[in-house]
């Protein structure tokens, strides 16, 4: 999808809805491939235009056929199974009349099931654009039946997309524990892929067969999504050191890919970013933030490396940290409402809020919040972005010595943190929760939220110093680029000659293009404002 227009995108995608609609309901039956191709093309445009509302029918839609496709796929192998035994039955030279006509009317009946199960699947061409692997006929997902029998992609790549979509479209709503099962399943889907083109371990890019670069592109680049996508949720869980292992497979595998993967280097700065903002390095993070900012030409992503650099700037709590802060934000405020979607427009204007905020700016810090919130309630969902809204919010209540919202706030945050496990947040939220208990003198609530805080003050400690004493930890946050292995000019003509070097799946919801796990750094500031507020009380 080019997004130079977003109009011409959405005719686009109308007129393959037409196509699709017009084919009978009985023979779109026999059109799975071109069922997932609409479907997923539907997703792709819903969730970059965040309209999450509606992208969730496609979703559970391609979930649902997959599922479906998966059982038929069983039975075929166990139909398979059965008519091998009974072909070996058949074979042998003893049976008697009425066994080999019993074991013949059985052959004949499963042969019956199996060709209405598999249709022509068992004979195909193999196109050479695949690769040189030898597929079978469970590896094809033809668009539809002749002459409409090409393949868009591999049914492998097909299905690791279909768990990605699931894995994208879940995330912002908190629900790990699916995304964490289906980044497994995809990930072991992709990783047998690409074994059967002979990437195992230890290959380079330079060791590719020509024939296997445009398919291996393809994996290659889903298996990135599904690291970034674990990254993301491990980050947001406060699983360091499960998101150092994830971050540094994605460094390995561009290392070894660097021609194929070249648009992933500005994510993995990204990441390394919000991997240091999160155990509180934030020099580091501005560094590797500012870092993936130049390495990308895609205005969004440069916009959103922007918004997370304001945030560790702000992190830092001195005045010229604020106002490199500024500097960063003041470009992307005003042109937040050219980007599509508004991801870009909800991240700019917490961090813009958090920052005036801080500079005691209450009133227009609370009028930005408030719209920000508005605008993430309405369109992203994004449980995370919203629980830090409400935190900043709950704040602003307390500065401005609204306690009765600033109460209802934060206990509302935290109820968020808490699903989320996301213990930075939760911690912010316990701040500002004992200092108002402090200030309208509740001390047994002071006293036992204290207590609770203090333990997740603890705990959050001991994750940060497993993830410090790690081998990872400091190659992740070093103010160094990851360095791929060097290519001849005649490696890098062979890599990227042909489509390989275009593949661009176009999965929207990246880390850093459309969640805010970074932003959870920025909950790891504790309240300044409120310090100041108690000592002048006092």
């Given at each position: 999808?080019?997004?130079?227009?977003?109009?011409?995108?959405?005719?686009?995608?109308?007129?393959?809805?037409?196509?699709?609609?017009?084919?009978?309901?009985?023979?779109?039956?026999?059109?799975?491939?071109?069922?997932?191709?609409?479907?997923?093309?539907h997703?792709?445009?819903?969730?970059?235009?965040?309209?999450?509302?509606?992208?969730?029918?496609?979703?559970?839609?391609?979930?649902?056929?997959?599922?479906?496709?998966?059982?038929?796929?069983q039975?075929?192998?166990?139909?398979?199974?059965?008519?091998?035994?009974?072909?070996?039955?058949?074979?042998?030279?003893?049976?008697?009349?009425?066994?080999?006509?019993?074991?013949?009317?059985?052959?004949?009946?499963?042969?019956?099931?199996?060709?209405?199960?598999?249709?022509?699947?068992?004979?195909?061409?193999?196109?050479?654009?695949?690769?040189?692997?030898?597929?079978?006929?469970?590896?094809?997902?033809?668009?539809?039946?002749?002459?409409?029998?090409g393949?868009?992609?591999?049914?492998?790549?097909?299905?690791?997309?279909?768990?990605?979509?699931?894995?994208?479209?879940?995330?912002?709503?908190?629900?790990?524990?699916?995304?964490?099962?289906?980044?497994?399943?995809?990930?072991?889907?992709?990783?047998?892929?690409?074994?059967?083109?002979?990437?195992?371990?230890?290959?380079?890019?330079?060791?590719?067969?020509?024939?296997?670069?445009w398919?291996?592109?393809?994996?290659?680049?889903?298996?990135?999504?599904?690291?970034?996508?674990?990254?993301?949720?491990?980050?947001?869980?406060?699983?360091?050191v499960?998101?150092?292992?994830?971050?540094?497979?994605?460094?390995?595998?561009?290392?070894?890919?660097?021609?194929?993967?070249?648009?992933?280097?500005?994510?993995?700065?990204?990441?390394?970013g919000?991997?240091?903002?999160?155990?509180?390095?934030?020099?580091?993070?501005?560094?590797h933030?500012?870092?993936?900012?130049?390495?990308?030409?895609?205005?969004?992503?440069?916009?959103?490396?922007?918004?997370?650099?304001?945030?560790?700037?702000?992190?830092?709590?001195?005045?010229?940290?604020?106002?490199?802060?500024?500097?960063?934000?003041?470009?992307?405020?005003?042109?937040?409402?050219?980007?599509?979607?508004?991801?870009?427009?909800?991240?700019?204007?917490?961090?813009?809020g958090?920052?005036?905020?801080?500079?005691?700016?209450?009133?227009?810090?609370?009028?930005?919040?408030?719209?920000?919130?508005?605008?993430?309630?309405?369109?992203?969902?994004?449980?995370?972005?919203?629980?830090?809204?409400?935190?900043?919010?709950?704040?602003?209540?307390?500065?401005?010595?609204?306690t009765?919202?600033?109460?209802?706030?934060?206990?509302?945050?935290?109820?968020?943190?808490?699903?989320?496990?996301?213990?930075?947040?939760?911690?912010?939220?316990?701040?500002?929760?004992?200092?108002?208990?402090?200030?309208?003198g509740?001390?047994?609530s002071?006293?036992?939220?204290?207590?609770?805080?203090?333990?997740?003050?603890?705990?959050?400690?001991?994750?940060?110093?497993?993830?410090?004493?790690?081998?990872?930890?400091?190659?992740?946050?070093?103010?160094?680029?990851?360095?791929?292995?060097?290519?001849?000019?005649?490696?890098?003509?062979?890599?990227?000659?042909?489509?390989?070097?275009?593949?661009?799946l176009?999965?929207?919801?990246?880390?850093?293009?459309?969640?805010t796990?970074?932003?959870?750094?920025?909950?790891?500031?504790?309240?300044?404002?409120?310090?100041?507020?108690?000592?002048?009380?006092a």
């Amino acid at each position: 999808m080019q997004w130079e227009n977003e109009s011409s995108v959405r005719d686009a995608l109308n007129r393959c809805n037409v196509i699709w609609e017009s084919i009978e309901l009985e023979k779109r039956q026999q059109c799975l491939g071109l069922l997932f191709y609409n479907e997923l093309l539907h997703v792709f445009y819903l969730l970059r235009i965040c309209d999450y509302k509606n992208a969730g029918q496609h979703v559970d839609k391609l979930d649902a056929a997959m599922k479906s496709d998966l059982q038929r796929r069983q039975q075929i192998n166990e139909l398979s199974k059965e008519l091998d035994a009974v072909n070996e039955s058949l074979s042998r030279s003893d049976l008697n009349y009425r066994d080999r006509s019993a074991l013949s009317a059985k052959q004949a009946h499963l042969e019956e099931q199996l060709s209405n199960l598999t249709g022509n699947d068992k004979e195909f061409s193999e196109p050479i654009y695949f690769g040189s692997a030898r597929r079978t006929w469970e590896d094809k997902l033809e668009l539809a039946p002749p002459p409409v029998d090409g393949e868009w992609l591999p049914k492998g790549a097909i299905y690791a997309l279909i768990d990605l979509t699931v894995t994208v479209f879940n995330r912002p709503k908190g629900l790990f524990k699916e995304c964490l099962k289906r980044i497994q399943s995809g990930l072991q889907t992709v990783q047998e892929e690409l074994k059967k083109y002979g990437i195992l371990d230890g290959m380079r890019e330079v060791d590719l067969q020509h024939s296997a670069i445009w398919i291996a592109s393809v994996y290659l680049m889903l298996l990135m999504h599904f690291l970034e996508n674990k990254v993301a949720v491990d980050l947001t869980r406060s699983e360091f050191v499960e998101a150092q292992e994830a971050l540094v497979q994605m460094r390995n595998w561009y290392i070894r890919f660097p021609t194929i993967l070249q648009a992933c280097e500005c994510v993995i700065e990204m990441l390394r970013g919000q991997y240091a903002h999160c155990v509180g390095c934030y020099d580091e993070a501005n560094y590797h933030f500012l870092e993936a900012s130049r390495l990308s030409e895609n205005k969004s992503m440069q916009a959103m490396c922007f918004v997370y650099a304001a945030i560790s700037y702000i992190c830092m709590g001195d005045a010229e940290s604020s106002a490199k802060a500024l500097d960063l934000i003041g470009p992307v405020l005003g042109v937040m409402d050219s980007f599509t979607g508004v991801r870009e427009k909800t991240s700019v204007l917490l961090a813009h809020g958090f920052l005036l905020m801080r500079q005691q700016n209450l009133q227009e810090a609370r009028n930005r919040l408030a719209f920000g919130l508005q605008t993430t309630h309405n369109t992203l969902g994004n449980l995370q972005l919203v629980s830090q809204y409400l935190t900043v919010l709950g704040n602003l209540g307390l500065a401005l010595r609204d306690t009765v919202q600033a109460r209802e706030i934060l206990r509302s945050s935290l109820t968020l943190a808490k699903k989320l496990n996301d213990i930075p947040t939760q911690i912010w939220v316990l701040s500002n929760l004992t200092a108002m208990y402090q200030q309208l003198g509740e001390k047994g609530s002071e006293m036992e939220n204290l207590d609770y805080q203090t333990k997740k003050v603890e705990d959050l400690q001991k994750r940060i110093s497993s993830a410090c004493l790690s081998s990872h930890h400091v190659e992740l946050i070093a103010k160094v680029k990851a360095e791929a292995h060097q290519l001849s000019e005649t490696d890098i003509k062979r890599a990227i000659s042909g489509p390989s070097m275009r593949v661009d799946l176009d999965i929207p919801e990246s880390i850093g293009l459309s969640v805010t796990s970074p932003m959870a750094s920025s909950s790891r500031l504790m309240d300044f404002d409120m310090g100041r507020l108690r000592k002048r009380k006092a």
